[in-house]
């Protein structure tokens, strides 16, 4: 069900168009015409995310032109992954007064830039580091390559996707299309630990994760993966498990940092996912984080097609089971306020 279609500019819609109506399945719907989009940029791209990510986006044969900037260290990984015999120029660029160069021509800026958390910290927690550090990336960004895609890893997501989000409208270059939050690595998990619990094969796996990325804002949909059979324990478990998955890591890197090799992994996945649409490929459906219609929060994760222009349709979540329906109804505040403390930091600041 086509619940509403409308055009672009998203960035000048009125606020939400649609209700917080279950089973809403479809309300944006843009159309393009396919072209070679090959120059990917990764933001921080010396850390312990970027640096596998890289390798395996220079592995992946897809990327003409992978360049990765970092305030360090970028020269050496650069000249490292480039000796990888896979398609693909890589160019390493260090420093604010590489930033312009490195971000030239992009058609997809990817940013784990900023510090991860250490354990008994919430992603929250980071928020006054990583805050100044994804705003002035992404004001570099507003200049040197404002029609490109920026998917955000830097955490808190719910607060660096809007902080983002309001700097770019700032310069006047904000397309809501093409500003998404990774939660692909929130995917991954619900797709892994449903399939053990299931003893299912974890490639055939389908779960929609929606809401944000930080704790309780990270909702699985399990009532709606096709195959399975969960007892009511089943669900409380795995929705715990896979909402704060990322402490297991947190707590058994004990003190060395977050997730970075499974968050390598989905960040690449859902980087190529993005350029294949760009590219043109057909039927491609991811759930990201973006500025969306579903509920009261003005960033909210759903399924989205991907298309020749970034987002191309933000899909609804469907029918919700009361439990989920109950997450729902009390994580939406909590993504509002999150949304809002980034908001206020970049008129503060
Ligand atoms: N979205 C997710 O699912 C997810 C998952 C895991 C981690 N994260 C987040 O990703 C971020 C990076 O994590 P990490 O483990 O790679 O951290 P890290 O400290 O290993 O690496 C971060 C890198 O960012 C660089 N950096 C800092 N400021 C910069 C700037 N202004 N411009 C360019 N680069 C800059 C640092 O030099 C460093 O190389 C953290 O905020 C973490 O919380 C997100």
Redesign the pocket.
Known sequence: MSVVTHTRPLAKMAAPMVSRAVGVSSVRAFSGTPRAQNKVTV??A?????QPMSLLMKLSGKIDHLSL?????TPGVAADIGHCNSKGKVMGYKGAEE?AASLDGSDVVVI??????KPGMT?DD?FNT?AS?VK??AEQCAKSCPKACFLI???P?NSTVPIFAEVLKASGVYDPAKLM??????VARAKTFVAENQGMDVDKVEVDVIGG?AGTTIMPLLSQVKGANFTEEDIKALTHRIQFG?DEVVKAKDGA????LS?AH?GAYFAEKVLDGLNGVKGIKECTFVESPLTSAPFFASPCTLGTEGVSEIHGYGQLSPFEQTLVDENVPALVKMAQKGIDFVKNN
């Open positions: 933001v921080g010396a850390g312990g995310i970027g900037f970092d305030i360090v260290n930033m784990p830039a900023g510090v991860p958390r992603r980071l990583n550090i002035g990336i890893i830097s955490n997501v939050g990774v939660t692909t690595l929130d990325h990322g940092g977050s997730a970075t968050m989905a």
